[in-house]
T-cell receptor, first 116, second 116 residues
Framework: DQQVKQNSPSLSVQEGRISILNCDYT??????FLWYKKYPAEGPTFLIS?????DKNEDGRFTVFLNKSAKHLSLHIVPSQPGDSAVYFC???????????????FGQGTILTVHP | NAGVTQTPKFQVLKTGQSMTLQCAQD?????MYWYRQDPGMGLRLIYY???????DKGEVPNGYNVSRLNKREFSLRLESAAPSQTSVYFC???????????????FGPGTRLTVL
């Protein structure tokens, strides 16, 4: 079963507008969440993360929101730039108990295209 | 500082052939991981090594073996390749085994493997 889901395979936005990428999870034990960005023919690169003790984390143009009751997180990019065009993966892990060994469960990815 | 390097970049195998995918990191990280990425599936963990001298199974270990040769190198072996192993393989490393702020996983550029 897919414990982390990104239900939108693709998203297209205009440069300067907001991009909102969504991610849902089913495992209530997940307590740490990450977003990775991937360009073609490259490996994923870390973008931003959030712990379950927070509901928001910001880093420049990127903000991640976590709604634990809905088991939902979202990544906001404001303003969007053409260089943001990439595949975005959300990932989750269980840190509590110290047994996850950093194992990440990834969503399927969302292709973001930002048009000039 | 090359980060995480993987060889080869591309490989075509026939069913039943064997091969080893190589991964090395120069960041003095303790933990290393192997993932595969398939269309519509996101990245799935094959094996991981929390620290030098230890390895353990991830989500999809069947048909694979790994060796943590030393702190820098972590190889993935396919003993008898099958068409279902056609995928893009990513190696990753992190400073420590837990997932947390400042301890994100760094990914290599990937190996694209086709099994005929």
């Amino acid at each position: 079963d897919q414990q982390v889901k990104q239900n939108s395979p693709s998203l297209s936005v205009q440069e300067g507008r907001i991009s909102i990428l969504n991610c849902d999870y089913t495992n209530s034990m997940f307590d740490y969440f990450l977003w990775y960005k991937k360009y073609p023919a490259e490996g994923p690169t870390f973008l931003i993360s959030i712990s379950s003790i927070k509901d928001k984390n910001e880093d420049g143009r990127f903000t991640v929101f976590l709604n634990k009751s809905a088991k939902h997180l979202s990544l906001h990019i404001v303003p969007s730039q053409p260089g943001d065009s990439a595949v975005y993966f959300c990932a989750a892990t269980v840190n509590a108990g110290g047994t996850s060994y950093g194992k990440l469960t990834f969503g399927q990815g969302t292709i973001l295209t930002v048009h000039p | 500082n090359a980060g995480v390097t993987q060889t080869p970049k591309f490989q075509v195998l026939k069913t039943g052939q064997s091969m080893t995918l190589q991964c090395a990191q120069d960041m003095n990280h303790n933990s290393m991981y192997w993932y595969r990425q398939d269309p519509g599936m996101g990245l799935r963990l094959i094996y991981y090594s929390a620290s030098e001298g230890t390895t353990d199974k991830g989500e999809v270990p069947n048909g694979y073996n790994v060796s943590r040769l030393n702190k820098r190198e972590f190889s993935l072996r396919l003993e008898s390749a099958a068409p279902s192993q056609t995928s893009v393989y990513f190696c990753a490393s992190s400073e420590e085994w837990w997932a947390g702020d400042g301890n994100e996983q760094f990914f290599g550029p990937g190996t694209r493997l086709t099994v005929l």
